[in-house]
């Protein structure tokens, strides 16, 4: 089949790629993750955006090469386990999936705070909403994509305005916490910018595009996305100050009530919450590709392979849903945004290791982006705070050791079933 071209391919871009990532992208990174990289960096902050960006786009290169390869489901853990072997796949899965279940956690409790009245539940519900959703079919494409990214848009437009309209009171200023405060904000800000994989590897084949819209979408949409965090955060930061920034578990809405908008928190606080539930949709969607490659792999129950109404994997969904719902009782969005972007980066840097050597026999620009890649995603990771690496390295330890143990056992119950004598079968 020829690929599009010409005018086609442009509209494509702008009526299924752009709102797909963008509204991903913004509807995490501004609401979250702009107070942890701040309590880390401070007023270098904005230095660490286009660190992020830049790690982004490399991630993203892999996961292109990578989804071309070996198909859209699972791609970079594939990738992984076969030109790796099979313990740094189990790893990158591991990480993978659980710094889904920590977005998962982190957008939920955003999510609630943002609420005009909070309710303590509200966080615990909302990923069980979210697979009630999926289930039923509910998908965020075409017009309702379009309306995602307005809504997103508007509500920063709004907050930005007011923080630019009038003069702050003086505020004290966060000291960058060492030497590598910018990457370790640089880390955190990347978490808002790996709805990349909508893009490069969408599992549901009207969301899949040609070289051509890739090579114009993914630039266009990484760097629009990090022009408006940067945006939205210099203009918080004015009206905020970092010290107060840091501190806050709402920032747009003390923003407001910084610029004396207060009026406004209401209205604003609605509209964010509701911008930042269908990223909760699109979580699961990733999750679900590197849930499915598990299955097929053997290395997750068959039961994940059961499906509702939708055609969606809902045990697996479940399974992810309720384990976010109850971090969400331990842990506020400022602790799980950290730990979420500390594993999705050992897990990019595993994709990137892995698509240096699925393209040694190509071209030196995606192979030098590759080890670009991975050579980021280890200095984000490694600049850290401490509690969400302690988490990342359980990770790292437990998974590949508890999925072998498990793979072991099974493959003992089935020797012994296989090798049992015929007599034994006769004295039965």
């Known amino acids: 089949m020829a690929e599009r071209s010409g005018p086609s391919v442009g509209s494509t871009v702008v009526r299924r790629a752009a709102p797909l990532a963008l509204g991903a992208m913004l509807g995490a990174g501004v609401f979250l993750g702009v107070a942890p990289a701040v309590s880390i960096a401070g007023p270098w902050t904005p230095f660490a955006v286009p660190v992020a960006v830049v790690t982004a786009w490399c991630a993203a290169s ?6 071309d390869s070996y198909g859209p489901t699972g791609a970079g853990y594939a990738c992984v386990r076969d030109k790796l072997g099979v313990v740094p796949g189990r790893i990158a899965a591991g990480t993978g999936l659980f710094g889904h279940v920590a977005a998962l956690t982190a957008v939920a409790g955003a999510a609630a705070r943002y609420l005009p009245t909070p309710q303590p539940l509200a966080a615990v519900s909302f990923p069980l909403l979210a697979v009630l959703a999926s289930t039923a079919g509910l998908r965020i494409r075409g017009l309702a994509g379009w309306l995602w990214l307005a809504l997103t848009i508007a509500v920063l437009g709004v907050v930005t ?24 904000a640089a880390g955190v800000l990347f978490f808002g910018l790996v709805g990349f994989e909508r893009l490069t590897a969408a599992a549901d084949r009207t969301d899949r595009y040609p070289a051509a819209v890739l090579d114009r979408a993914l630039p266009a949409v990484l760097l629009a996305a990090g022009v408006v965090l940067t945006v939205v955060l210099v203009a918080v930061s004015y009206q905020l100050g970092s010290a107060r920034l840091a501190l806050s578990p709402a920032p747009l809405l003390d923003a407001l009530r910084a610029a004396d908008a207060a009026a406004l928190t209401s209205g604003v606080g609605t509209a964010a919450a509701l911008a930042m539930s269908p990223v909760l949709l699109a979580v699961l969607e990733s999750a679900r590709s590197t849930g499915a490659a598990l299955v097929s792999d053997g290395e997750l129950p068959v039961l994940s392979r059961r499906a509702g109404p939708a055609g969606t994997p809902y045990p697996f969904d479940l399974v992810l849903a309720v384990v976010a719902a109850s971090l969400t009782l331990f842990l506020g969005p400022e602790q799980a945004v950290p730990i979420a972007a ?11 290791a892995a698509a240096r050597v699925l393209l040694l026999d190509g071209g030196k620009l995606p ?3 590759a080890c670009l ?6 200095i984000l990771a ?21 999925a072998g143990a498990i ?8 020797s ?10 006769d004295v039965r």
């Open 62 to 67: 892999a996961t292109r090469h990578q989804a």
């Open 367 to 369: 192979r030098r982006t």
């Open 161 to 184: 305005a007011a923080c630019l309209a009038i003069t702050p009171v003086d505020s004290p200023s966060v000291s960058p916490q060492g030497p590598l405060a910018v990457s370790g």
């Open 342 to 352: 500390c594993c999705l980066l050992v897990h990019y840097a595993l994709v990137n």
């Open 373 to 378: 890649g991975m050579g980021l995603s280890v």
């Open 407 to 414: 793979r072991r056992s099974r493959g003992f119950e089935r």
């Open 382 to 402: 490694m600049s850290m705070p401490v509690p969400a690496m302690a988490v990342t390295l359980a990770v790292v330890v437990l998974v590949p050791v508890t």
């Open 416 to 425: 012994s079933h296989h090798e049992r004598p015929p007599e034994e079968h």
